[in-house]
């Protein structure tokens, strides 16, 4: 056999386990079942994804389906097909599991028993449930309070942010209060935690303030959100609800006599829930609606409850083969992935060497506009910076965004062209890229951080020892991201996030720590997602509560400086260590958020670490809109066909589905295509299928619909169990040797 030239990644090794993300149901339940409007299964998800939806369609469960109204066709459509095909897990819509690389590449899923959910409240309940808490207790209570994570001193005035609700999304605003020796010693006492009746006995007996005035000094604090109470959220805590609970045990002077034991109740209905197996959970989430609604008070249209799904494969491993091509695919991807400065982090180096040169100064002073260098055009009369992107990670456009690629080198974009131009001259069904084409050229694996995760579909297994794969991204600041929102799913789960933090925290000398962002930003439903257990030993709390094992690292705490080679550095004052940020979730930290968030975030980059390996069109954009799939060696893809079709390209006048049959047809659209927004948000379509024309119709309202060829060999699987094959995304962590 012919030794393959293209080296393996230098160093970089897999995971022994890798995850699997699949949805609830398998590509071959057909939507026109009768039965699905009374599938328990499907009845559950729904419910637990829109209420409201659910309640409509229980209203039409008897109606034949072609009966239904359009509207409620196109939305049973939409889930059912999230249901059917779409892999990233949300609710009990999809789930996701462990397995582990072995000699084959195969993954049997169980039946119903299988699948183990882990719920809790959500975000938006949870504040709902603390205020409540909060306003249950009287001033001499136990409750401790703490400043506020984001408060700073700037010269005369203390700064913060400050939380609101408005229309169930919280609203954060920079606020002030003056410098005084009252305030200094208060913030002092509270930092491990204080009540609000010792703080006004300290200001009684130190400072000589009468005892009512000292109670309304601390109350204005605390209804100011200088002091924020510990029934706050954290949002590295996998439970907030039985943290509240096991806390509310420890105090007494609650007001509200029988909240404790409605909290206990709602508690134990989400043990319930979790314990039925699938098509069992309605009774329990109706029930635990009534309760939330009745007797806590909650009505929102958005979700209350957070599931994620666990699934126990029967089998489930991948070859070393199959690992080894994943890896040749890395190797081409770093040719087309080049190095690129965070745009940010760079203006902020030029603005931050004119003011201070190489002087280590506080980063809350830095990043302050009045008083500092500040971070893109942040002003201080509204929190954020410009909205570069936004969504979840693991989109390659979100990986784009942590070090903002600016383009491939002149050659290799010359490459893509004379590429594109044969594809175009030999009518070929895609763009080939050999390895002979390749020779001579070196990536680079020393700016890549220290673990990274690889998102892959394994398109066939008629070959189960080297099956083709489909890379979809390859990247992240740390393989963490991807693994640590299930990390209470399971104690296998748990453990493999473990596994690769350990790998991660042994890269760096004794002088540096790791220390995990704690977030919560402003929409309650990406807080859900972004929720998760406490796993770093070091964090940095911000507008959170850190857990309860962590050593916090305040932000008025880290130093800031340039050093000689113009790189950032970050120091904790406390404990004189320098200061590796890690945002581990799945979040795009360029979206509109406070700047020292988007700015710590950011900084994983520094030293021009690349965050993501991903094939660059370059300068070429087909004036069609199609983008030809780019294979390597036969059998590896980098990239699929994608076609993009504009708004203006259809007549609004004439009817859509007529036009949209005709434009698939003159450009060889096949029947299977996924309909995409960015890597993650993808459903898989029929378009043979009527009802897809009104989801299409309602989608080009956007501007465009981006389609995506299906590549799926359904006739050899790499999931299949339940009489049928499943879609799926399989994510591989890689770390560096």
Known sequence: MKQSSIELPAGYEPFENFVFRVPVFNTTKPFEDPALLKDPVFKEALYLASKALYERMKLQEDVPFDALPDKMKKSLFKYFSRMTTRCTPFGLFAGCGLGTIGDDSSILLPSQDGYRSKSTISILLLHH????????????????????????????????????????????????????????????????????????????????????????FIEELVKNQVLVSEFSIHITNEDNLNLYISRLKQIEGCTDPLLLSLLQEISELLNRLDKAPQGEKLPHLELLDSIIAERLGFQSEQEFIRTNLFVQATHATLSKALVDKVKKGMHVLNLFSPPAEHHLLRDFKEKFYRRYEHEEVP??????????????????????????????????????????????????????????????????????????????????????????????????????????????????????NTTSRFSNLDESFRQY??????????CFPADTIIADIAYTVQDPGLANVMQRPGLRKYEIPLLSLPSGDAVAVPVKDIMVSLTEDHQLRLRSRSLNKYIIPRNSTAHNFTMKTTPMYHFLSAYQGEGNLRGALIFNWGDLAPENGYFPRIVFEK?????????????????????????????????????????????????LLDLQREEVFALLKSEMKKGEIQLEEYLMDETAPLVSGNGGSYNHEIILNFYKR
């Open 635 to 683: 059998d590896i893809v980098l990239c699929a066909a994608r076609w993009k079709i504009q708004a203006w390209e259809i007549n609004a006048g004439k009817d859509f589905t007529t036009q949209m049959k005709a434009l698939m047809k003159a450009r060889n659209i096949p029947n299977r295509v996924y309909l995409t927004s960015g890597n993650e948000n993808k459903l």
């Open 129 to 216: 449930i603390a205020t409540r808490i909060n306003n249950n207790y009287g001033f001499q209570a136990p409750v401790l309070y703490y400043p506020n994570t984001s408060l700073f001193r700037a010269h005369t005035t203390y700064r913060y942010v400050e939380a609101t609700m408005k229309e169930e999304v919280f609203d954060y605003v920079m606020a002030e209060v003056p410098v005084s020796s009252y305030l200094d010693k208060i913030l002092t006492m509270a930092s491990p935690g204080i009540t609000r009746s010792a703080l006004a006995l300290m200001l009684e007996q130190e400072e000589e303030v009468e005892y009512e005035d000292a109670q309304a």
């Open 497 to 506: 996030t473990k596994e690769i933090i350990a790998f991660e925290e042994s």
């Open 363 to 480: 980063l809350v002073e830095a990043l302050d506009p009045d008083i500092g260098v500040s971070l893109g055009n942040y002003s201080p009369s509204g929190i954020g910076v410009v909205s570069l992107l936004s969504g979840i990670f693991p989109s390659t456009d979100t990986i784009r965004g942590s070090n903002n690629n600016i383009g491939i080198p002149v050659a290799l974009n010359s490459f893509i062209l004379q590429k594109y131009q044969h594809y175009i001259k030999q009518r070929e069904d895609a763009i080939y890229i050999t390895e002979q084409e390749l020779q001579g050229l070196e990536p680079r694996w020393d700016d890549i951080p220290a673990t990274i995760s690889v998102g892959i579909d394994v398109l066939s297994t008629s070959n189960t020892q080297t099956p083709a794969v489909l890379i979809k991204y390859a990247g992240g600041m740390s393989g963490v």
